[in-house]
Every structure is written in C-alpha cells, then in structure tokens.
C-alpha cells in the first residue's frame, strides 16, 4: 500500500511562542554548565524563585494550613471552575483591604498562578484585528501568550532614567481604535521599580481617554522596601476600568503551588456590563484549576500569617538589592542604573563595546554559564538587547559569590 500524507503537522507557531518563554531559555543556559568541569556549585539567579535558601522559607500558618486541608479529607474532590466560595471570599477580602470600595466574591477568579492569569485575559481579549499594549522590558509570557492568541503585540517604553517610568507620549502614540488593553506590572519584573501613586493615576487617566482596560500585575504586590509605597491599580478603578493579577507564589514564597486570581477591579461595572467578567467565567470552565486542597488553605493563610512574616521577607530582600547594587559598583563593564525598589529583579545594562569576544547578552550568558556555573536572564527575552535580569533574592554568601564570579568573568573578557 502506497504510504499517504499525513493530515496533522507540527504546529510552528507554538515553537515560537515557546522560544522566548523564561523556562525555555533557562533551560538552554542551564544546558551550558558542567560543575564538575568549573568545580563551582550552580548558582540560579535567573529566575524569581528564592525557596530554596533557608532565610526565604514560607511561614509555618502556611504549611499548617495546607496540612490541615489535606488531612481533613474535605477537599479531596473537583472545585468549581472559578474556584471555591471560602478561597475566592478570603482573595476579596485581602484585596479590599486597601482599596477605596469593597469587593465581592463574584469579582475573583482562581486561576493556577499568574501564568495561567494571563493565558486567560489574553484569550479573552484576543479578536481579529486587535493589539494590546506592553511594557519593553516586559514579563516574556504575555507576548508569548498573544503570539498563540494572534493578538497583535506592541511595545511602550519603561524609562530607565527616571526610574523606568512608563513612557506616557509613547503609550499614547501606539493606541489606536484596536487597542483593548495596557499591562502594567508593580512592583516591576523585570525591573525592580515601584509606580508613584501619581504616575499611575496618569496612567490610569490615559487608559480612559483611550477607551482601553488596564491588566494590573501584581505579582510582587508588597514587596517594596524603597522610598514608594506599593499602591494598587485597583484604587484607580473608577477612572478605568482594572483587571488585577496576584498569587500566593512570591509574597509567601511558595512558587510550586501554583496558586494565584484574576479579579475584577472596577466600582463602576464596566467589565461586568461589556461581558470581559462572564468571558473570563467562561474561559476557566474549558482549563485547569488550582488543587482544591490549596484553594482551601487560603483563607487560614490570608487571615493568619503574621505581619512578622512579610517584614522580614522585605527586610531580606532590601539587604541583598542594597549589597547587589553597591557591590555591582565594583564592575566597570556592568551598570544598574536604578537600585531596585521592589520585587526581586534589577535589570543590568552590558557595555558589549567593552568586552573583547561577547557579542551580545545572550552569548554574555552562555559564556558567564560554562566558565563561573552562573546563571542569569539575557534581557532580549524582555525586550532589551544587550541587557541581563538579575534575581538578587538569595543568601548575602551566594549573592557575594556570585558577583564575585561575574566580576571575575567580566575582567577575563574585557578588552586590554
């Protein structure tokens, strides 16, 4: 029998959606080191991801609360697709803590991490013809997740000047009648910054003369330890209409879990009435959900981890963003031109002119992987060529080491 043609075929499209993914290229520079060869244990500062030291260990009303779910045998079973009723009150109840109006349980979504948030408001805002709005340097699943959604993609500018402020002419000069949205993400990954309760009034004063939704990010919500204070764009809600992201995942230090929420943000209903909150409803029913056993720690976990627990979270992490920026002084090649604020992330310029054989901040850390097993996050993957992403969340030994390494990288490359 003669061989036929196959009717399936490999799906382009998501290889390249995959391509710039935070895992995929990870995984490709962790592919560069052979500890055995540079006698020097892997240090991972490439992603945000700090449970693995000591210091950086979720409170033990965090632990209790997951083993008392489990062992309770109530929630063995399947949830409703936009979560259960006691987890979904506890998210609103946390997020209506400072904002100027009260939200509801209808108005939260659980969704499995900020990953699975984002995939979700992208196919719900995603038509023919339409774009939305990025930050450059931005969080590479967002325009991963528009690729697969052929949602059109285009970039605004953080201002690294002024303490990568959005660039406000810039965002204006993108829109056009196409436009459904604008992303935000505060405090910044990748970038370290925390928003001025006015600039992101500005901010949200443009999405409403613009007729757009603001996606509030606000993955590292409370992790500020600068001279902002973390301010959410929900408290803008009735200029226009906001969209928050939030997880479990950072603030408590537990990224495994999966856990984070969709809610709906806005006093004035807008996205009730132009359906985007039965969209994302409806969207949920057709994927996964958190475990159920975690959905019903939330509440024990937001009602009870003690405040002693995120002050000394923020505590550790300024001490490592002030000992990252200080010690970086140190390395003519390299420049941080704003000390990070918030999150766990600073973004680091390269002065390729300077090296004698790195091409680029790609090639930068491949080189860094093989010769020092050190791992950071080349910045084209956030939009800026010639950049890295560092995460300075980690113990002030293997922070000093590490910056000892990439000193020591830098003076080898450099040009004599």
Request: aromatic letters at 8%; a negative charge; hydrophobic letters at 45%.
């Amino acid at each position: 029998m003669e061989k036929q043609e196959w009717g399936f075929k490999e799906n382009h499209e998501l290889h390249a959606a995959a391509a710039i993914t935070v895992r995929n290229i990870l995984q490709a520079i962790i592919g560069n080191i052979d500890e055995t060869r540079t006698g020097k244990p892997m240090i991972h500062l490439g992603h945000g991801d700090p449970s693995v030291y000591p210091c950086f260990q979720t409170s033990t009303v965090v632990e209790d609360a997951l083993v008392e779910a489990i062992r309770s045998s109530k929630y063995n079973c399947y949830a409703p697709g936009v979560g259960i009723i006691p987890a979904r009150r506890a998210v609103a109840e946390h997020l209506s803590r400072d904002l100027p109006y009260k939200l509801t349980t209808d108005d939260i979504f659980l969704t499995v991490g900020a990953n699975h948030a984002i995939e979700v408001l992208v196919k719900v805002l995603a038509r023919p013809g339409a774009n939305i709005l990025f930050p450059r340097p931005n969080y590479s699943l967002y325009e991963a997740q528009s690729r697969c959604n052929l949602l059109e993609v285009r970039h605004f500018d953080l201002i690294a000047e002024k303490g990568w402020e959005v660039d406000i002419h810039g965002v204006k000069a993108l829109a056009d009648d196409n436009t459904v949205a604008i992303v935000l993400i505060n405090p910044g990954n990748p970038c370290g910054n925390v928003f001025t309760f006015e600039h992101m009034q500005k901010i949200a004063e443009i999405a409403r003369q613009l007729g757009i939704l603001v996606i509030a990010d606000e993955v590292y919500a409370y992790q500020v330890f600068g001279e902002n204070p973390f301010i959410p764009m929900g408290v803008f809600g009735d200029i226009a209409p906001v969209v928050t992201l939030g997880t479990l995942s950072k603030r408590w230090i537990v990224p495994g879990w999966r856990f984070g929420w969709i809610a709906i943000t806005d006093p004035t209903g807008i996205l009730h009435k132009t359906g985007i909150s039965s969209s994302i409803k409806s969207c949920l029913e057709l994927t996964a959900d958190p475990p159920t056993v975690i959905q019903a720690a939330v509440p024990h976990i937001m009602e009870n981890t003690p405040e002693s627990f995120f002050l000394n979270i923020n505590k550790l992490l300024k001490e490592a963003a002030d000992l990252f920026y200080e010690r970086l002084k140190e390395i003519p090649l390299l420049e941080c031109p704003h000390k990070p604020e918030g999150s766990m992330f600073a973004m680091v310029k390269i002065n390729i002119s300077a090296f004698d054989d790195v091409v680029d901040d790609t090639d930068f850390c491949m080189k860094l992987a093989k010769e020092e097993s050190m791992i950071l996050f080349p910045g084209y993957a956030v939009g800026l060529k010639n950049w890295v992403r560092v995460s300075f969340a980690s113990e002030p030994k293997v922070l000093e080491d590490a910056i000892g390494r990439i000193k020591a990288f830098c003076l080898r490359h450099a040009k004599q």
